[in-house]
Structure formats: structure tokens, C-alpha cells
């Protein structure tokens, strides 16, 4: 649907949502989820009651992206190449510095997988295997371990409750914000 003043905006129903929820990406249209059990109007009228955040979550992407650095313009050819050197330097590293930093901290996983994912730079499932973006070679190294460590949490609290985020501030000790806005000036290519 066309919103006169958001603009498009994609309805998701799903079984999932435990609530209504709305995701502003940097480009396309924003995302309205709600569950069954809630009507389509209720949806959209917890759209119309957060146009200000919309809008305003939009300027802050904008002037995120404005900040970052141009993407380097590769051919195809050059960005299999690129990726495949970077799939190939986390395979190297990125299992064994999550083995080390597991054994430090005393949180045990499954496995780890190497993705080709931009949209994030990892995430843990409910048995505990950890996915791991390799676009994460492109962060310095502290980055990259405070997302392994992020993963590891997960482990123990599959959510971003306040136990979560306890567990976390602690293992960086007390960083956890500080490294979580140095992280968002990143982008994975």
C-alpha cells in the first residue's frame, strides 16, 4: 500500500509477532508487521500513531549513511574475487578466534557457519550454531570479537533481554554501548 505520507509500506502478517512492529530500512519500503489476531485497521493505526518516529528514524539512516564512506564500485567479476578472498580469510580465522574467545568466557556452542550475509553480521539459532557474516574480516579486530562474543551471549540468553545485555557489558567490560555505536558505523561489502 501507498501511505500519503510514509510512502510505501509492505503489511506482514505473522504467525511470529507477538506485537505490531515496524522496520525502516535505509532503501525500500517500511515493513509493518502485526500477528493474527490483530486486525488489519489496529495495524494501521499503530502506523499512523508513529509517522514522527518513522520520519525520524528515517533521518537518522540518512545521516548515517551520509557519514560512511563510499561503497567501492567493483565489477562482478572483482566482487566474486573479493568476497571469495574474504570467505577464505574467515574460514582461516573466525572458527578458531570463537573457540578462543568461548573457552575464555565459559560459553559453549554447536558450530560455526561462514555466510555470505550483509544484512547482518551474525546470529545463533536455538541450538546454539553460531552464523557468522564474512564481511565481519572487513571490521577491525575488536569489532569482531565483540560480535562473536554478542553470538556467544546468545548461547545462553536467546534474546536481547536486560540479562542479555548484562552478560554482554560484562564480558566487554562495560563497553557494550560504546561498541555497539562504533559497530553501526560499519556496513558489510
Not at 552464523?131 to 577491525?140: E, G, I, K, R
Not at 560480535?147 to 540479562?163: A, M, N
Amino acid at each position: 500500500m501507498v501511505h500519503p505520507i510514509v510512502g510505501e509500506v509492505t503489511l506482514s502478517q505473522s504467525r511470529r509477532a507477538r506485537r505490531i512492529s515496524l522496520c525502516v530500512r535505509p532503501y525500500g519500503p517500511v515493513r509493518l508487521s502485526y500477528p493474527y489476531g490483530v486486525s488489519t485497521a489496529r495495524a494501521l493505526e499503530f502506523l499512523e500513531s508513529r509517522i514522527g518516529w518513522i520520519q525520524t528514524a528515517r533521518d537518522r539512516i540518512a545521516e548515517r549513511l551520509a557519514q560512511q564512506p563510499p561503497r567501492p564500485t567493483l565489477s562482478p567479476e572483482e566482487e566474486l574475487r573479493r568476497r571469495e578472498q574474504l570467505r577464505r580469510e574467515a574460514v582461516a580465522v573466525l572458527p578458531s578466534r570463537v573457540a578462543e574467545l568461548a573457552v575464555r568466557t565459559g560459553l559453549q556452542y554447536r558450530s560455526v557457519t561462514i555466510r555470505a550475509t550483509r544484512s547482518k553480521w551474525g546470529s545463533c539459532n536455538g541450538r546454539n550454531d553460531l552464523s557468522l557474516s564474512l564481511y565481519l574480516m572487513t571490521l577491525p579486530e575488536h569489532l569482531r570479537d565483540f560480535v562473536i562474543l554478542h553470538e556467544l551471549c546468545h548461547t545462553v540468553h536467546h534474546d536481547h533481554s536486560p540479562r542479555f545485555h548484562a552478560l554482554l557489558d560484562r564480558l566487554v567490560g562495560g563497553k557494550e554501548k560504546l561498541l555497539n555505536k562504533e559497530l553501526r558505523s560499519y556496513r558489510a561489502y
